[in-house]
């Protein structure tokens, strides 16, 4: 009955999403969002951060009020809104890259070193990880954040000491299956340094694979900066993170809804973007456990 | 099954340990919690009394050990800021957050379990193509933003819903749809690729042929293998909804827990803020063990040979 | 109605794929008389599996079944096939499959899956299920069959599963068993023990045997009348002895060619190689679907239709060429 699988007779909408179409809707929208970002400066007709007290709220261009300076408005300390989104677009890759550096680095090697060595090495390591998921994650970088003192750095810092689990998860598996493969044997036949093997041949097999984790992560994190910068305990004001402008526009949202309307649209398509990206590379490159 | 439930066991307790160490130990990492408690502009005297009163002058461990017998004796300590127990104002918090996080989970599952299998059932059709929508969209939208837009949408434009607070039934209503649509993707997604797997096995063909009619195929041969790893998603997933509450409440002020804790974490009120990640961590572990035990009496091969 | 318990006529299958239709099944004629064994032999992909499925109704929805004929059991179900169908799967006509570890729902004890069809369709009672159940482990040779209802598929071998599959295809009396490559995923020495339990079974009950298999040791030890099929088609079909002695279409020939002792060769083996390939089967085909592989392939071959030779009763060849084979 192999002749019989659905897949092989019809594709499902499914997969064509989370394949070739995804990756190619997510991958443009991402590549848009990522040059915006880079050429901020040069985009932005207005300075991010520079206030105009005569200026407030004025509305975005389909409003009758709205100014032609102001394209989007401007928020409630006359700051013009479609420059903040501009550079809101930094913080959230900027702080998406950094965590996933540092959540990255812990995660890969923690999962390399479990899956490679087995034994007690992956029974403590597979036991961190469990019990790193317990913990309540919005609470405890919460807490972390305000007791460290809210900045940037500190947020990354945190963020990336947090979210590992799932680069471990995934490298301990791989690690696993590429421990037993011949070249690996042999490899450990001919007396190489077990550095040489983890780092200079099992880590580039696992490419696709972490490639893919990234993807979910970057997607985790930026959802996770906008909701602590939303609570208050994340990006520091006059930072515009769009999770920021959400929490500042909140206080108008009664008349001026779109003050949230636009930044939450933005994080909406770059989080979209990234997923289906992601999802897009993982059906390319293979299947991978979430 | 004996030697499995005593393992499973052994690890949620070693987890237990190891989180309640964890949440004890975040009160140190400001560096001197009794500064933090006193406030960074406060004397030094100030600071030095609240160290000998709260004994932050004794060594770690016996600190530590102290804070955990206590716990285990259901003493949280005391409240910084109210200085009544800990376990009291998290007790007239819990309730709020406990009823939010189950009714928010039991409405994904209904939702998400049955568009799932339908999903499943007829791939490409239209329930497919708006159970993907869902899914592609509940994973790219913040749950805090849907909210707000909620509450712009429902509660000032059309006055349906109560826009915050959760002194009558009604205010309920958008934060538990918010919160599930959060939930919703992953269960669906898990539950349509699941019945996809299991619909395309053998056993379900040989229950066809047997001459049962399909909708007993589906239940009691199909949903029975695909619930399988729903069953420890679900677990992880109200464990999710319990301690992601906390911006929910934040956004429609719910006095539920995760609000507490915030308030807290701003007043500097560190033991509560202790007392709620302990509870969160514990509340993950009770669940997800759960969880295991129920997916060994579901799948009679974990159970060992018969 | 004959005393055939399954006929026939130019049955198709259609799947629709991504490059186009495949025609999966390209009208197949079978006939089955009571209790004989017909074998329905081919390589992997050329339909056969899909033909049992079909007969089934056990295809996917998106699959495109059509027949002239189609007379099972003693009903005609030419016209309103899938209600009727429905009704006759596991009493009148039932199915074993090809991989018993996974045709046995891990999750239900093995009393359940043997009763739960019968109790619905005779609406027998738990305890006379029971006991027709335990009646059937017994007779396929399950040890203990009363202590074995409670258990579950994960304690059993592979051979028993199979055994355990038999006596549930056996549970609702059926007149046609339909058996697709029961034994290919099984040891060899368990493949020989549950044919000839299925010989056995099929001779007690007077069953009619329809048994697909690539195995031509398979065939020679159990058929009664074989029919060969190649790219959705029956090349040809004969008694077993008729084929084995004397085939007459030059595809039989090649697989029976490689053999070294015609009927004798061993179970498990599997068909010989034919040089070249087997032609895709999406779009529509003119003319034998052999003709690219047959040494003696000539201008006419790629005609339609291929002319159809019976040089006896019961017996047909599809070949331009089957004069110059039997010669």
Redesign the interface.
């Given at each position: 009955m192999a002749e019989l699988s659905t897949q092989a007779a019809r594709p499902s909408i499914w997969r064509k999403m989370r394949g070739n179409t995804g990756a190619l809707i997510g991958g443009t929208l991402l590549a848009v969002i990522v040059l915006i970002a880079l050429f901020a400066p040069l985009l932005a007709p207005h300075d991010p951060v520079a206030q105009d007290l005569t200026r407030r709220l004025l509305p975005p261009f389909w409003h009758d009020r709205s100014v032609p300076e102001h394209l989007l408005g401007t928020d409630h300390l006359g700051r013009d809104y479609l420059s903040r989104l501009i550079y809101g677009a930094r913080v959230s890759l900027g702080v998406g890259l950094g965590v996933i550096l540092v959540s990255g680095a812990i995660g890969i090697t923690l999962g390399l070193l479990a899956g490679y060595f087995g034994g007690w090495v992956d029974m403590v390591i597979s036991f961190a990880i469990t019990t790193r998921l317990s913990l309540p994650i919005v609470l405890v970088a919460l807490a972390a954040v305000a007791l460290g003192g809210a900045s940037l750095t500190t947020l990354i810092t945190v963020l990336g000491l947090l979210l590992w689990d799932r680069f471990a998860v995934v490298t301990r598996a791989a690690a696993q299956s590429l421990r037993h493969q011949e070249f690996i044997m042999g490899l450990r036949a001919i007396g190489a340094s077990r550095a040489r093997i983890l780092f200079l041949e099992i880590l580039p097999n696992m490419r696709a694979t972490i490639l893919v984790v990234v993807s979910l992560e970057v997607a985790n994190v930026i959802l996770l900066e906008a909701a602590l910068s939303f609570l208050g305990l994340g990006v520091r004001p006059p930072t515009p993170s769009w999770g920021l402008m959400i929490s500042e526009g909140r206080d108008n949202i009664l008349f001026d809804p779109w003050l949230i309307a636009l930044p939450g649209t933005a994080l909406c398509l770059l989080v979209l973007a990234v997923n289906l990206f992601g999802d897009g590379m993982r059906d390319i490159t293979g299947p991978v456990r979430k | 099954m004996l030697s499995f439930l005593s393992k499973r066991l052994l690890v949620a307790l070693l987890v237990c340990v190891t989180v309640s160490a964890l949440s004890f130990g975040l009160m140190f990492l400001s560096g001197d919690p009794a500064i933090a408690i006193a406030g960074s502009g406060g004397r030094a005297e100030d600071a030095e009394a609240i160290r000998v009163a709260y004994g932050f002058d004794r060594p770690l461990v016996i600190q530590y050990l102290d804070w955990i017998g206590s716990a285990l004796t259901g003493d949280l300590g005391q409240s910084i800021y109210f200085n009544v127990p800990v376990t009291e104002i998290i007790g007239n918090r819990v309730g709020v957050t406990l009823t939010l996080g189950f009714i928010s989970f039991l409405v994904a599952l209904v939702i998400a379990v049955p568009l799932g299998i339908a999903a499943a059932l007829r791939p490409n059709g239209w329930i497919d193509r708006i159970a993907l929508v869902i899914a592609v969209s509940g994973q790219a939208i913040p749950s805090f933003w849907l909210g707000l837009m909620a509450i712009v949408v429902f509660g000032v434009w059309y006055g349906m819903v109560p826009i915050s607070g959760a002194e009558t039934w009604q205010g309920y209503i958008l934060p538990v749809v918010v919160l599930s649509y959060y939930a919703i993707p992953e269960l669906m997604r898990i539950t349509r690729s699941g019945m996809i797997d299991v619909l395309a096995t053998d056993y379900v063909r040989a229950a066809k042929a047997k001459g049962l009619p399909m909708h007993l195929v589906i239940s009691r041969h199909a949903l029975r293998n695909a619930v399988l790893p729903l069953v420890s998603l679900a677990a992880v997933q109200l464990g999710q909804l319990l301690s992601g509450s906390i911006v929910i409440e934040s956004v429609f002020a719910l006095n539920g827990l995760g609000r507490l804790a915030w308030e807290s974490l701003l007043r500097s009120d560190l033991p509560v803020v202790q007392a709620i990640i302990l509870i969160l961590s514990l509340l993950y572990v009770v669940l997800t063990t759960l969880a295991d035990i129920l997916n060994a009496v579901l799948d009679p091969r974990l159970r060992g040979a018969s | 109605m004959t005393d055939k318990m399954l006929d026939i006529r130019n049955l198709k299958v259609a799947?629709?794929?991504?490059r186009g239709t495949?025609n999966?099944v390209r009208g197949v004629d079978l006939s089955i008389a009571k209790g004989e064994t017909l074998c329905l032999v081919g390589e992997?992909?050329c339909g056969k599996?899909?033909t049992a499925?079909a007969l089934?109704g056990?295809?996917?929805?998106?699959a495109k079944v059509t027949a002239d004929r189609f007379e099972m059991a003693g009903q005609d179900l030419t016209a309103k096939t899938d209600a009727k169908l429905?009704?006759?799967?596991?009493?009148d006509v039932?199915?074993i499959?090809?991989?018993p570890t996974?045709?046995?729902?891990?999750?239900?004890t093995i009393g359940r899956q043997l009763t739960?069809?019968v109790m619905?369709?005779e609406k027998l009672s738990r305890k006379e299920a029971d006991a027709r159940a335990i009646e059937m482990l017994d007779r396929v040779g399950i040890a203990n069959p009363a202590a074995r209802l409670t258990?579950?598929p994960?304690?059993f071998s592979g051979g028993q599963r199979q055994r355990i599959?038999i006596a549930?295809?056996l549970?609702?009396r059926p007149k046609l068993l339909i058996a697709?490559e029961p034994t290919t995923a099984l040891d060899v020495t368990i493949q020989a023990q549950i044919l000839a339990l299925l010989g056995e079974l099929q001779a007690d009950l007077g069953l009619s045997l329809l048994l697909i298999t690539h195995d031509l040791g398979v065939v020679a030890a159990i058929a009664t009348e074989v029919a060969v099929m190649y790219a959705g088609r029956i090349a040809e079909r004969a008694p077993v002895k008729d084929l084995f002695r004397a085939p007459q279409h030059p595809y039989t020939q090649g697989l029976l060619a490689a053999i070294p002792v015609p009927g004798l060769t061993p179970r498990g083996s599997a068909l010989p190689a034919i040089p070249g390939r087997v032609p895709g089967l999406i779009g529509t085909m003119t003319g034998c679907a052999f003709r690219d592989r047959c040494a003696l392939a000539g201008a006419e071959c790629s005609q339609d239709p291929v002319p159809r030779h019976s040089p006896a009763p019961g017996r047909f060849v599809e070949c331009y060429k089957a004069a110059e084979v039997a010669a």
């Open positions: - | - | 799947l629709p794929t991504e495949l999966a992997s992909g599996s899909l499925t089934m056990l295809l996917p929805r998106y429905a009704k006759m799967r596991g009493r039932a199915m499959f090809q991989d996974s045709a046995l729902n891990p999750t239900l739960e069809g619905r369709a258990q579950y994960h304690g599959m549930s295809a549970m609702g697709d």
